[in-house]
Nanobody, 112 residues
Framework: QVQLVESGGGLVQPGGSLRLSCAAS?????????MGWYRQAPGKQREMVAT??????NYSTSVKDRFTISRDVAENALYLEMNSLKPEDTAVYFC??????WGQGTQVTVSS
């Protein structure tokens, strides 16, 4: 059974940082090429935040230069380092593998 579990979300003040993690079981990241982080804010559609294809990264314009996606094949984990957080970054963040497997999400709230 495949399971992706996100963690690391929480409440942070504007300008702060968080590091999200996505731990996988039932699959090995080394066998997959496309991974990514997505987010969904209340009343909005889910949107791409960052993707990782082999060693190539892609970011939405709203997070470029603030967020960094990475993966650790040995740990079978995907990460999202988020800096200079803004209130508009508030959303539930999901990790994804090959557009097939999704985690349950982790809430990120940016507020003073």
């Amino acid at each position: 059974q495949v399971q992706l579990v996100e963690s690391g979300g929480g409440l942070v003040q504007p300008g702060g940082s968080l590091r999200l993690s996505c731990a996988a079981s039932g699959i090995r990241f080394i066998n997959f090429i496309n991974m990514g982080w997505y987010r969904q804010a209340p009343g909005k559609q889910r949107e791409m935040v960052a993707t990782l294809t082999r060693h190539k990264t892609n970011y939405s314009t709203s997070v470029k230069d603030r967020f960094t996606i990475s993966r650790d094949v040995a740990e079978n984990a995907l990460y999202l380092e988020m800096n200079s957080l803004k209130p508009e970054d508030t959303a539930v963040y999901f990790c994804n593998v090959e557009n097939i497997y999704w985690g349950q999400g982790t809430q990120v709230t940016v507020s003073s």
